[in-house]
């Protein structure tokens, strides 16, 4: 077993971890689900570049990038502003929980990079994380607008 699948098993056991099932992301998913399709698209990803990574980094940072614990629908900020802090707030819950390494920092600060200027990924599991963030966010997006309009066609027949 790698190092990444080994960290991985240990993640989606922590109870601590589990708490994202609650909070909804991009329509059809949780952030618990979300974070695991960035984990895996990231190391696949990875692997298909031929690249040489931190597993064990690389599945604690992406399980951990959007570790900002609250629903966006029972918040009054808007979507740039979630877009803006919501990873230094999923670093500073991540950070009382567990003891981070200065690579899984920046795996969490920078995933929304460039919309966080100043935040740039500095690794290859960072550049992994942010761009396997951005794919699996659009496949969900996507898939909740078929959803709606399957249910809409459902309505009309
Ligand atoms: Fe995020
Ligand atoms: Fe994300």
Known sequence: MTKFDETMIQMENDPEIQKLRQFRQHGSSNTYDHCRSVARSADR??????????????????????YYLYDTRDMT????????????????????????????????????WPL????????????LVCAADKAVATREFFHSGVQALKKRAQLGA
């Not at 692997?47 to 992406?62: H, I, P, Q, S």
């Not at 981070?100 to 795996?107: A, C, G, M, R, V």
Request: net charge negative; proline share 3%; charged share 30%.
């Open 45 to 66: 990803l990875g692997r298909w570049l031929g690249w040489e990574v931190d597993g064990e980094e690389l599945a604690r940072g992406a399980m951990l990038h959007d």
């Open 116 to 127: 966080t200027l100043f935040h740039v990924p500095k690794s290859r599991e960072a550049v």
């Open 77 to 112: 900020i808007s979507d740039y502003q979630h877009g803006v802090k919501h990873p230094e707030t999923a670093l500073k819950n991540a950070g009382k929980l567990y003891e981070l390494s200065e690579k899984e920092t920046n795996i969490i600060r920078s995933h929304m």
